[in-house]
Every structure is written in C-alpha cells, then in structure tokens.
C-alpha cells in the first residue's frame, strides 16, 4: 500500500533560523496535503497542493510539490515560536483513494 | 474547529470493556473518518464512513467498529478494550473524497486502557 514518510522526526531551531521538512511518497499522488498541529491540539489543514512543481506561499510558509509528485516539502523562514508543533503531510493517490498521513516532524522552536 | 465535536474528551476504562467514542458533525459533510494517533506513527485510519449506513475498513481497523446511522453523528466502538488501544482518537470531516477538500478534525479523545 502507500506510504509517506517525512523527515526529519524531530527539529530543533533557534527563533529566526529556517525550517524545512520533507515528505516523500512510495507512489505517484494526486495531491498532497499539509497540516499542523500545536501540542496537545488537533491537526489543522493548512495547504494543497496539486500540480507537479507547484509552489505556493502562505506568509512565512513555503509548500512545494515535486515534479514527479512524489515528494513536497514545507520551508518556515525566519522560525517563531508561533510555529512549534507537529507538522504532517498527507498524500492522495489517485482518483477517490483515501489520504495517507506521514509520520510528522516535530519542530521546537527555541526563543 | 467549529462544527464537529467528540465525545467524551477523557476516558479511562478497564481492559475487556467495550467504548464507545461519539463524532457528531453540524456541517453536513459526506465523508467521516476516525484515526488514531500514537507516538512515532502519526495519524492511522481506523474506519471511515461515505453515507448514512456505508462504511469501510482502514489500515487498522481490528478490534473495532463503526456505525453511521446519522449523517451527523459516527459511532466507533471498541468491542472488548485492550492496552494496546490506549491512544488519541480524532474523528475528522471532508465534503468529498476529491481533489480539493481537507480535513476538518475534531478536538480528540485520549483514551487510556488500564
């Protein structure tokens, strides 16, 4: 069946500094996903993505989706502790197949 | 978020004793899931529901069991509690299985086995 695996599992950074995440499928999506989830909360949709090599921005959130839509990834610039949490990406193979969360990268954000 | 509540929020219960977990949803969306959540495995599917009486197995669905007897509420039950089922449960939401809806989740239930 399909799998998604994200990394790193875990992050640690510095208030400021740059984060990135990455998520990689063993099959070809139709669409990916993100959510974010704050401790102790639920996850909560952030972003789809659809196109191969599509890019699209949310203030200081950056999504990218692979050209073979296989992989994507997530990139925070300039970290604030606003943004701790589990991250998930979640992909969509074709048609009506249900999604497949990832195992999530925890971030902590240092002040 | 507004519009999907679970219930109860906490639950502690004995091994053996069957639970059930309540989703109740006031946005009258098709689709309803139940996951749980565990350390080092993310968000795996139990069982999800398409319509008012159809439902269907996910990835981990043993030992458990749905009903859909409402387009607004969505049942899952654990037939005989083991340890191995102490986890967090999120029911989530979604208009379609199509292309361009995400989750809405509820609040979850911790549920501890003991």
């Known amino acids: 069946g399909q799998q998604v695996m994200q990394i790193p599992q875990y992050q640690h950074v510095q208030e400021g500094e740059d984060f990135t995440t990455y998520c990689n499928s063993s099959?070809?999506?139709?669409?990916i996903q993100w959510y974010k989830q704050r401790p102790g909360g639920h996850p909560v949709f952030l972003i789809q993505?659809?196109?191969?090599?599509e890019v699209k921005k949310q203030k200081r959130l950056t999504f990218q989706f692979g050209e073979a839509k296989k992989n994507s990834s997530l990139h925070i610039t300039a970290t604030q502790t606003t943004d701790v949490g589990t991250y998930f990406c979640?992909?969509?193979?074709?048609?009506?197949?249900?999604?497949?969360f990832g195992t999530g990268t925890k971030l902590q954000v240092i002040p | 978020d507004a519009g999907i509540t679970q219930s109860p929020r906490h639950k502690v219960t004995e091994t053996g004793t069957p639970v059930t977990l309540r989703c109740h949803q006031t946005?009258?969306?098709?689709?309803m899931y139940w996951y749980r959540q565990d350390p080092g495995h993310g968000l795996r599917l139990i069982h999800y529901?398409?319509?008012?009486?159809?439902?269907d197995k996910g990835e981990v669905s043993d030992g458990y069991s749905v009903s859909r007897s409402k387009t607004e509420d969505f049942l899952l039950t654990l037939e005989s509690a083991t340890s191995s089922q102490t986890s967090v449960y999120f029911c989530?939401?979604?208009?379609?299985?199509?292309?361009?809806?995400?989750?809405?989740f509820g609040s979850g239930t911790r549920l501890t086995v003991v």
């Open positions: 989530a939401i979604s208009e379609s299985l199509g292309q361009n809806y995400g989750y809405t």
């Open positions: 099959t070809t999506l139709s669409n």
């Open positions: 993505l659809v196109k191969s090599g």
């Open positions: 979640a992909g969509r193979g074709g048609g009506y197949q249900k999604v497949t």
């Open positions: 946005e009258n969306h098709r689709y």
């Open positions: 529901s398409y319509g008012v009486k159809d439902t």
